[in-house]
């Protein structure tokens, strides 16, 4: 796990995996508009009763009024539940207890029972046959009876998978709830977290505009300054982005006040007033104080 493993799981997430629905969603609309609509599952599949209806308008009507419903609901669940957005994660913070959305809480308890050796057979292979088997459904089940209280053991098997998931959240949910210590943590946690969400908005910055920042960063001679900057200690009395501390003055707009050269002049021999202020001479090669003073220049 690390920074290869993030990027990894965006591209998955953000090209492969939509790229794949796409695909689905294709051969979805293709073979229904091979096969055509089935109807309601109580009509006789051999010789149907109701009259066959054309797909446009009243079909594409019913799909669309049917996708605005789904729109509006999950609409309404985001403004009621919104999603939890909690203060921002503190990697010194060792008692914090990380939970997964409720809808993995299953798999996350399912994921405690495998260790060592077996955990293959867990995370792999006993999911692996579920998914083959719910891919398999149409292939496995030959018959035209499409009713549910019909056909028991698809939807049986499927009824049971449901109610094993559920009962996993539910162990989990009461694993954590019997010890105190882990209880009160997760309810600390919890109230952190709807403090955070009800807290006034306020962008975080470490000092400056983000403008100027951005702006600072988006040349690449800068950004490399910046480094320098820090490597430097300059930010010790001129502050993070050199907004200014007690120590010694802003940085910003340094730029419009001295040009390239008599920036670099300045560096190397401060004035009295800055070696009085502590400032020693700065003594860079060239491939080094040109990006410094190309970022203290966008310093704006
Ligand atoms: C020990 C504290 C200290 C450190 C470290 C330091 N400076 Fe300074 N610097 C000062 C002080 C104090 C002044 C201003 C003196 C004055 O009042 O004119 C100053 C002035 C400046 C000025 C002139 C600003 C102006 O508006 O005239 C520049 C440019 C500058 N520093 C750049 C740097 C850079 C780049 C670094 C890192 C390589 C650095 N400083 C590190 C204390 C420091």
């Not at 698809?154 to 989990?172: C, D, E, H, P, R």
């Amino acid at each position: 796990m690390g920074t290869l493993t993030l990027s990894r799981f965006f591209v998955l997430h953000v090209f492969l995996i939509p790229a794949f629905i796409f695909a689905f969603v294709a051969m979805h609309v293709y073979s229904f508009r091979r096969a055509g609509a089935a109807g309601p599952v109580t009509e006789d599949p051999v010789s149907p009763k109701l009259p066959a209806e054309s797909f446009y308008p009243k079909q594409l009507v019913m799909d669309m009024g049917f996708a605005v419903l789904i729109i509006v609901v999950l609409g309404f669940l985001a403004y009621l539940w919104p999603i939890e957005l909690g203060p921002k994660a503190d990697p010194a913070d060792t008692q914090f207890l990380p939970r997964p959305e409720w809808y993995y809480i299953p798999v996350f308890q399912y994921l405690k029972y495998w260790h060592g050796s077996t955990a293959v057979l867990g995370i792999l292979v006993i999911p692996g046959i579920l998914g083959l088997l719910l891919v398999g459904v149409p292939f496995f089940d030959r018959s035209l009876e499409r009713r549910p209280w019909k056909r028991p053991r698809s939807v049986g098997l499927f009824t049971i998978i449901l109610l094993a998931l559920g009962a996993l959240g539910f162990a989990s949910h009461r694993e954590d709830m019997r010890n105190p210590g882990v209880a009160a943590q997760l309810k600390t946690q919890r109230e952190d977290t709807l403090q955070f969400m009800k807290a006034k908005f306020e962008p975080e910055l470490s000092g400056g505009s983000l403008v100027a920042q951005n702006k600072a960063l988006a040349n690449p001679e800068a950004t490399k300054g910046k480094a320098i900057f820090e490597r430097e200690g300059c930010n010790a009395c001129h502050g993070d982005n050199g907004v200014g501390t007690a120590a010694a003055p802003k940085l910003v707009g340094v730029g419009s006040k001295y040009d390239a050269a008599k920036l670099e002049a300045l560096l190397h021999h401060p004035t009295e007033k800055m070696t009085q202020g502590g400032m020693p001479p700065v003594e860079l090669k060239d491939d080094e104080m040109k990006p410094l003073i190309s970022y203290l220049q966008n310093l704006n």
